[in-house]
């Protein structure tokens, strides 16, 4: 496991305990933000959600999968004492 990724790892675990997420609901987000991390090479919540746009874009994920990871970039940026502004796109 990468350094980025036990970092993501962690945060996750943060969110988790804060947010009161089910272990399966952390194991999805963390799952889903993998690839967002690999790409950006970095926890930086406003890459993350630029990375995340990005694959929306490109039409590998969802606009459900998109609202969701969100909801979890947001919350890490809570960590990081940023507001990551988001509005939640309309799901098919």
């Known amino acids: 496991m990468s350094q980025l990724h036990e970092e993501l790892t962690k945060l996750i675990t943060k969110v988790q305990r804060v ?3 089910s272990y399966p609901t952390a194991q999805r987000r963390l ?3 993998i690839p967002i991390v690999d790409k950006v090479k970095s926890l930086d919540a406003d890459k993350l959600m630029d990375g995340l746009w990005k694959r929306y874009k490109e039409g590998i994920i969802s ?4 609202n969701r990871e969100a909801a979890a970039i947001k ?15 309309r799901e098919d």
């Open 63 to 66: 606009s459900s999968t998109l």
């Open 19 to 21: 947010r009161g997420w």
């Open 31 to 33: 799952k889903g933000l």
């Open 75 to 89: 919350e890490i940026g809570k960590i990081q004492g940023k507001d990551i502004p988001f509005k939640r796109l």
